[in-house]
């Protein structure tokens, strides 16, 4: 099955910046027919959405909560999406994770997505 990989997760210091990279691998489908979500969970809590970005990269969707500090993009040359994360506060720890959509509407649905990842994890310290 197509898998998505993430890396780029790291340990660093409150105000610092991390770009993820969420690669696809395999020929189950097409990436760059694909939206791609990014998400993140924190221990004993669900999954949380953070970012969507549309097929053509067009159209981008975050949570309200990120206060214009992440920036999500994608590059179907090589099959990769990316999270660029500025700003980076302890409240971001967590094992981020990205999928790709199933369905055509814009979700922050952790179900309506699909070929999850192993997750990257991320820690800020303060």
């Known amino acids: 099955q197509e898998q998505l990989v993430e890396s780029g997760g790291g340990l660093v210091q409150a105000g610092d910046s991390l770009r993820l990279s969420c690669a696809a691998s395999?020929?189950?489908?097409?990436?760059?027919?694909?939206?791609v979500g990014w998400f993140r969970q924190a221990p004993g809590t669900e999954r949380q959405f953070v970012a969507r970005?549309?097929?053509?990269?067009?159209?981008?969707t975050y949570a309200d909560s990120l206060g214009g500090r992440f920036t999500i993009s994608r590059d179907n040359a090589e099959n990769t999406a990316y999270l660029q994360m500025n700003g980076l506060k302890p409240e971001d720890t967590a094992v981020y994770f990205c999928?790709?959509?199933?369905?055509?509407?814009?979700?922050?649905?952790?179900?309506?997505?699909?070929?999850w990842g192993q997750g990257t994890q991320v820690t800020v310290s303060s």
């Open positions: 999928a790709r959509s199933i369905v055509m509407n814009i979700s922050r649905d952790p179900a309506h997505y699909n070929n």
């Open positions: 970005i549309s097929r053509n990269g067009g159209i981008t």
């Open positions: 395999g020929r189950t489908f097409i990436f760059s027919r694909v939206a």
